[in-house]
């Protein structure tokens, strides 16, 4: 599998859901957050739903089964939450 330059420099080694955000540690040990808001499944999902993620792809991204929601983890970190404007970003 090929990867860019980016996606191994953030791999994910831990996600959770908490306090409406979405938290990540990564392999730099470095702590990632966003609030669900930003994204449109996971806005309306259930706290069960939003508890049910995977690191897939050799930590490379997160994976909500119960929600068909997949994000990279460099769209993370570059500020893409899967909102249909990507435009709008996180700035907080």
């Not at 953030?10 to 908490?18: G, I, M, N, Q, T």
């Not at 994204?39 to 309306?44: A, G, H, M, T, Y």
């Not at 089964?65 to 939450?81: A, H, N, Q, W």
Request: hydrophobic content about 35%.
């Amino acid at each position: 599998m090929k990867y860019m330059v980016a996606e191994l420099m953030f791999k994910a080694l831990k996600a959770w859901h908490e306090g409406g955000y979405i938290h990540m540690v990564l392999s730099d040990r470095k702590q990632v957050s966003f609030p669900v808001d930003l994204n449109d499944k996971l806005r309306n999902a259930s706290h069960d739903q939003l508890n049910n993620i995977e690191i897939i792809c050799n930590g490379t991204g997160l994976h909500w089964p119960d929600l068909d929601e997949d994000l990279s983890v460099t769209g993370i970190m570059e500020g893409r939450f899967g909102k249909r404007d990507e435009q709008q970003t996180f700035e907080g």
